[in-house]
């Protein structure tokens, strides 16, 4: 059985920091690649950030120069580390694990961030 694991969120004053982490079983994790996603009240889920199984990241504009995604295959763990933040980056914050060739696509549970202003 897959799961993904989020962990990490919580309140937080604008400017601050948060490090998010989801640890993946019952996958290959070093073969996936893995993406943060978030959703705010109203809004559409939409991708934050991307690490493919090789390493490389993409991002939203809007969070380009303050998140960092990054991973570690021996404990199957993917990070977002989340500086300056400000109150629109408040939302739910979704891992996802995409297997090769996009045949299959797990979500974790979700875990709240919210930035006071």
């Known amino acids: 059985q897959v799961q993904l694991v989020e962990s990490g969120g919580g309140l937080v004053q604008a400017g601050g920091s948060l490090r998010l982490s989801c640890t993946a079983s019952?996958?290959?994790?070093?073969?996936?690649?893995m993406n943060w996603y978030r959703q705010a009240p109203g809004k559409q889920r939409e991708l934050v950030a991307g690490?493919?199984?090789?390493?490389?990241?993409k991002y939203v504009d809007s969070v380009k120069g303050r998140f960092t995604i990054s991973r570690d295959n021996a404990k199957n763990t993917v990070y977002l580390q989340m500086n300056s933040l400000k109150p629109e980056d408040t939302a739910v914050y979704y891992c996802?694990?995409?297997?090769?060739?996009?045949?299959?696509?797990?979500w974790g549970q979700g875990t709240q961030v919210t930035v006071s202003s």
């Open positions: 996802n694990a995409v297997r090769p060739l996009g045949i299959a696509n797990y």
């Open positions: 019952g996958i290959i994790f070093s073969i996936h690649a």
């Open positions: 690490i493919t199984s090789g390493g490389s990241t």
